[in-house]
């Protein structure tokens, strides 16, 4: 039998891609903000017409419903968010929520002067669109996962991508509430709670009030989703 070809797998993580223009950025109609860890850039609400430039520090995104809140990705230094062009006037069914997870330094901008950078420097453009490609993989690799895989392989995934990717993590701590961390798998309490259990008992995890800590990577990975075993 031929062997399989490895999958591509777009991390939760989004770094990097767009700090070699932090100056290019600070050219413009651009105002210095900082975010103490915990505190919301978006404001409840309201419409979002700002994008973020991170200069420094992490914070997370995610959804908004009537029917509850749903953790999507986790944005680092050197990318913008969101990328929008023209002023929205209208709501949608959703509200989206950006929270710093750390103390965060961003570069804030109304969409038209994004719109105005992304118009007059190309190289910036070409990686903002690579940027946003990342981001949109991982949204259908979640989708997926959401449909086919099992809470548990679902959050084996995130403790994986966390604690491979982010540059935040230390020493195997997840800076994560397991609230935020069920937000992000998508699952209800008593499936979380079930499969926090498995790791638990196996080694895999530790827990405390505010914070997982993964102890063993390699069987953390053996409950992760085929497509990111074989990416590894």
Not at 6 to 17: K, R
Not at 61 to 89: Q, W, Y
Not at 121 to 146: H, K, P, T, W
Not at 156 to 162: E, I, N
Request: aromatic residues 10%.
């Amino acid at each position: 039998m031929p062997k399989q070809s490895s999958f591509v797998v777009p991390s939760l993580y989004i770094a990097g891609y767009l700090g070699q223009f932090e100056d290019l950025v600070a050219g413009y109609e651009v105002e210095a903000r900082e975010y103490a860890a915990g505190e919301l850039l978006t404001r409840p609400g309201r419409i979002n017409n700002t994008a973020f430039f991170v200069r420094r520090g992490l914070f997370r995104l995610s959804v908004r419903h009537d029917a509850g809140e749903k953790c999507l990705n986790i944005f680092g230094e050197g990318t913008m968010f969101p990328v929008g062009v023209e002023l929205h006037e209208y709501w949608m069914e959703y509200e989206m929520v950006m929270r710093a997870i750390t103390d965060l330094s961003v570069y804030a901008m109304p969409y038209p002067v994004l719109k105005r950078i992304v118009r007059e420097n190309g190289d910036f453009a070409g990686e903002l669109l690579r940027e946003n490609c990342d981001f949109i993989g991982y949204l259908l690799m979640d989708s997926v996962n959401q449909a086919f895989e099992p809470c548990l392989s679902r959050l084996a995934d995130v403790l994986y991508l966390y604690v491979t990717k982010v540059d935040a993590a230390d020493g195997g701590v997840v800076a994560l509430t397991q609230a935020e961390l069920a937000g992000f798998v998508g699952a209800s309490r008593a499936q979380f709670e079930r499969s926090v259990q498995v790791l638990r008992k196996e080694g895999v995890i530790e827990t405390a009030r505010g914070s997982v800590r993964v102890l063993d990577v390699g069987k953390l990975l053996s409950h992760c989703s085929l497509g990111l075993q074989q990416s590894v």
